[in-house]
């Protein structure tokens, strides 16, 4: 009687260590700006917010699992979301394809453009989700687009920002050094005329690798499926964030970015194929007190073997930033 009580006891101790140690995701759906965006939290509500931001075609998966968990063990309350036209959230078929002869011309001009919509309707999604979730202010992160998009909304909407982790993103200066051909080459490849999910999946992994993944293919292969499988993969609908990317990244916001007062990381790796190393230099460079971030090895891609480096970057800002409240 004894050993089972001391067993049962054991096994008590053991699920509340796995509650304390691991954040399970919670899932929800918010409506925001007139269409619904898919998100998870991980943490508790009651926490500052960390917001994590997708860059071009992602949904929330690309910020791996782990590094939410990780965040959230540090004690932040942590929200990865599908944006508009990725994963589960809402697919704006209605707009159309993007007129790609129409909008040649305005890029690089910084002039309204005949767009299915901005990077600047993007940031307002974001805090749009921030509202929904009565959340007033919080540490804005974003890879890729995503970063150009969490730029922004530290620049238009600084009074709901604690501070700004800009990670694989540019300053949108046209004039910037450009990715390596073969990455550009695999980001404008269209996905093979096919249901087949095994050649989608080596379709992605491909892009994975190209841009500098270095996860094992297993690991890799498992993220094309779930995201194929799970997130509504629908490569027609990017086509409308590649349009507010063309448009809205080479749109000089080295000017905006020098008046941003809030504590700024900004996060890249010395391997990025796509977004060079450079760029993120220039970044941090036109912030006034940045912190830059380079990360040896890593490319356009949060590897899980970065994980950790990012997260490290991540908490430093947000805990100074913190500290300064």
Same mark, same amino acid.
């Given at each position: 009687m004894v050993s089972k009580v001391v067993f049962t006891w054991q096994l008590l101790m053991i699920c509340l260590i796995c509650t304390i140690t691991h954040a399970v995701a919670q899932p $929800? *759906?918010? =409506?925001?700006? $007139?269409i619904t965006i898919a998100y998870e939290a991980f943490g508790d509500k009651s926490r500052e917010a960390i917001i994590l931001i997708q860059g071009t075609g992602a949904t929330l998966l690309h910020y791996p699992e782990t590094l939410c968990e990780r965040l959230a063990s540090e004690g932040f309350y942590v929200i990865r979301f599908d944006n508009r036209d990725a994963g589960l959230s809402t697919h704006l078929d209605s707009l159309g394809q993007p007129d790609w002869g129409k909008i040649g011309p305005f890029i690089g001009t910084c002039k309204q453009a005949p767009l299915p919509y901005t990077l600047a309707d993007m940031a307002a999604d974001v805090t749009g989700l921030m509202d929904a979730l009565?959340? +007033? *202010? @919080?540490?804005? +992160? $974003?890879?890729? !687009?995503g970063g150009a998009i969490a730029q922004l909304v530290a620049i238009h909407f600084p009074e709901r920002v604690l501070s700004l982790a800009s990670i694989s993103a540019t300053s949108g200066n046209p004039a910037r050094v450009q990715? =390596?051909? *073969? @990455? !550009? @080459? @695999? !980001? +404008?490849t269209p996905p093979p005329a096919t249901s087949n999910q095994d050649s989608l999946a080596n379709y992605l992994v491909n892009i994975y690798t190209t841009l500098g993944a270095v996860d094992d293919t297993s690991v890799l292969r498992a993220r094309a499926l779930q995201h194929i499988q799970q997130r509504n993969w629908d490569p027609a609908a990017v086509n409308r964030q590649i349009a507010a990317v063309l448009v809205g990244d080479n749109c000089d916001r080295r000017a905006q970015l020098a008046k941003i007062k809030v504590p700024v990381v900004v996060i890249h790796g010395d391997a990025d194929p796509?977004? *060079?190393a450079d760029a993120g230099k220039e970044v941090a460079a036109a912030i006034p007190g940045a912190t830059l971030c380079m990360?040896?090895? !890593? $490319?356009?891609d949060i590897s899980l073997q970065f994980v950790d480096a990012i997260a490290d970057c991540m908490i430093t800002v947000a805990k100074k930033a913190s500290h300064l409240q």
């Open positions: $929800g *759906k918010a =409506d925001v700006n $007139g009565h959340i +007033a *202010k @919080a540490h804005i +992160a $974003g890879a890729s !687009m990715g =390596d051909e *073969k @990455a !550009m @080459a @695999a !980001m +404008a796509l977004v *060079k990360i040896p090895g !890593m $490319g356009h």
